[in-house]
């Protein structure tokens, strides 16, 4: 009776911690069908009646913002960012974690510094080397996504590769494998649930990031990525369409929920290999 007294309540708090999750995004769908007058002097309401205006915030929002071609370059720079991360970000925490010295630990700690450094200390810096480097494009967003997301990528991945038997590694050098089919052949399949992991989080991180976009790339060029067109629906004076930034929203978070969702299983898996391991 007891235990079934504490699963009613975790199921309760459960509940109510998935109500808590979601209304938010329920809230930004309800409201991307009320008109933007409504939206101000109702918020909590149900679009019904006048306030119901269907799809038209979304026609308007993507009249005004241009979203196909920001949420096209959205895809590019995500993706493509994704499996540099992961890539490169892999590669480096094996070499770490198998070359033993005190340069590749001295190198392993400044990646795991690099993860408690607020991004507003190296804001101002970053924006300067961007402009004399030319990395104001969507190839230097990749390269500067690179360098602050490797950080907790190398540290999730050399928490892992320690936990992989150095003999299933020596047993490939005996088969004839180089370094570089040794790590491709045999690790890298190994590290597959904190590489889904790392993926997941890193394009959650990048898609919705907005200030170094913003920074970086600006509004004034074609390469602008959606949460800064999203933000252009805020006119000189502080107006706001709230109608037509609510259905941009809806819009903007369908692709990472259903990324996640397909991949979220793999998650805990990672995270806690990762993470346990190390």
Known sequence: ??????DKVLFFVMLVLMILFLYPI????????KGKFFISDSPFSIPVGDSFVGLENYVEGLIRTGFFQAIGWSFFITII???VIV????????????????????????FAFSMIVPFQMVMFPT??????????????????????????????????????????EEAAVIDGCTPL?????VVFPILKPTAITVAILNAMWIWNDYLL????????????????????????????????????LVLDIIPIIVFYLSAQKYIIKGVSAGAVKG
């Open 181 to 185: 089919k040794q790590f491709f052949y």
């Open 26 to 33: 329920f809230f930004i769908v309800m409201n991307s069908f």
């Open 81 to 83: 960012s994704v499996l």
């Open 87 to 110: 890539l490169f970000s892999s590669m480096t925490a094996y070499y770490l974690t198998r070359v033993k010295n005190k340069w590749t630990k001295a190198i392993y700690y400044m």
């Open 127 to 168: 924006i300067k080397i961007a402009d004399v480097l030319h990395l104001n494009n969507p190839l230097g967003m990749i390269v500067l996504y690179l360098g602050f997301g490797s950080g907790l990528s190398v540290f999730m991945f050399s928490g892992f590769i320690k936990s992989i038997p150095v003999e299933i």
């Open 213 to 248: 976009p913003y920074l970086v790339i600006g509004v004034s060029t074609k390469y602008k990525t959606v949460p800064v067109v999203i933000q252009m629906l805020v006119g000189s004076n502080g107006n706001k369409d709230l109608g037509a930034m609510m259905a941009m």
């Open 1 to 6: 009776m007891k235990e079934k007294a504490i």
